[in-house]
């Protein structure tokens, strides 16, 4: 058994929040297997934090060496993903999402003739090795006869990625280019259903524990009985904790690894918004107190704040004022800061990657 706290001190370190960090961003990705990347500059802040170089200029090689990828690999939502994974990411988690595209086509006025025509003219414009941006990638697509107005440009693209078409993969002017999926990744690795069940299961433990079944069902985006089947052909490869009559399945070795570290992780982080210490669990309120939990999320709109942690506990929200030489950071806490955090604020915010 452990606290509740405990629980938050023991993600921070099996993240790498806290603790010995990777040696590279690569390594980084694949022990989280998958690090949210809606927000392209927040998601190389985060990996970056969990290296031993601590630069967002080590993420963007990883990226341009096809080392890492981003895509849509769960939920249909973007993601960092190492680049040998995303194949059977998608094979394990694409088809619930993929039920529904026909409906959203529907409403969007495409055909799945529309799809595929798309499919002809980006595999043409990418063929041979090509990089394109999306506005360059999208202005091929009236030139051939599909339509791209309002929201159906952005579904086909995501679609192209959803079926193996496509991955944004190097960096190109501070965004990041597609690539053709197969030209790119030329060794990916591959999974059945059992296996990449397995696979998931051991990697998101080792990477986000302690956590529950219905943590790992949420951040997968799969069914339940589907999480239970992978979980056990592993459950002898895991460690558990019971937090308030629930267990939660960790690696062996990340208990140690609090006890080495414990005074490192409960200390002050500063965490971008969308980072897989919020995102990567369905209930978090280890960590986030449920009375704010709108202070991250407000209106529940989907964006999620940058975060303050402190001692395991996300104590309030900070962003950016200013740019350039006069950026400072803002922060403003869910109660009151104690002293040492408000003074301690700015040293992290110059500190990040």
């Known amino acids: 058994m452990t606290t509740s706290r405990d629980l938050a001190l023991l993600r921070l370190v099996a993240q790498r929040v806290a603790g010995p960090p990777p040696a590279t961003a690569t390594e980084a990705v694949r022990l989280l297997t998958c690090v949210q990347g809606q927000d392209l500059p927040g998601a190389l802040t985060s990996v970056a934090l969990r290296t031993a170089a601590r630069t967002r200029a080590g993420v963007e090689a990883a990226l341009d060496a096809g080392e890492v990828v981003r895509s849509w690999p769960m939920r249909s939502t973007l993601h960092l993903v190492p680049a040998e994974d995303l194949h ?33 003219l980006v595999t043409a414009a990418l063929r041979g090795g090509r990089r394109c941006g999306r506005k360059e990638l999208l202005a091929a697509l009236p030139e051939g006869g599909v339509d791209v107005t309002g929201q159906r440009g952005y579904h086909l693209l995501w679609y192209l990625a959803q079926t193996g078409t496509l991955c944004l993969g190097p960096m190109a002017g501070g965004d990041q280019a597609f690539v053709l999926l197969d030209e790119w990744v030329t060794a990916p690795r591959r999974l059945d259903r059992d296996a990449g069940l397995a696979e998931l299961a051991l990697r998101y433990f080792r990477g986000h524990g302690p956590a529950t079944v219905a943590d790992l069902a949420r951040w ?7 999480v239970r089947a992978g979980v056990a052909a592993v459950r002898d490869e895991l460690a558990a904790v019971e937090v308030d009559g629930r267990e939660h399945l960790l690696a062996p070795e990340t208990a140690d690894l609090l006890a080495a570290h414990r005074a490192e992780a409960a200390g002050l982080f500063l965490l971008p918004g969308f980072d897989e210490f919020v995102l990567g669990y369905a209930d978090r309120s280890c960590a986030v107190p449920p009375e704010f939990a709108d202070r991250i999320v407000p209106g529940g709109n989907g964006v999620f704040r940058p975060t303050v942690v402190h001692r395991g506990q996300v104590v309030g929200t900070w962003g950016w004022t200013g740019r350039g030489a006069k950026r400072t950071v803002t922060a403003t806490p869910f109660t009151t800061f104690p002293d040492e955090v408000a003074a301690a604020i700015p040293q992290a915010a110059a500190a990040l990657p």
């Open 220 to 226: 997968a985006g799969l069914p339940l009985g589907d």
């Open 88 to 120: 059977w990411l998608l094979e394990l988690c694409g088809p619930r999402v993929l039920a529904g595209a026909a409906r959203r086509r529907a409403v969007l006025g495409l055909t799945e003739a529309d799809t595929e025509r798309a499919r002809e």
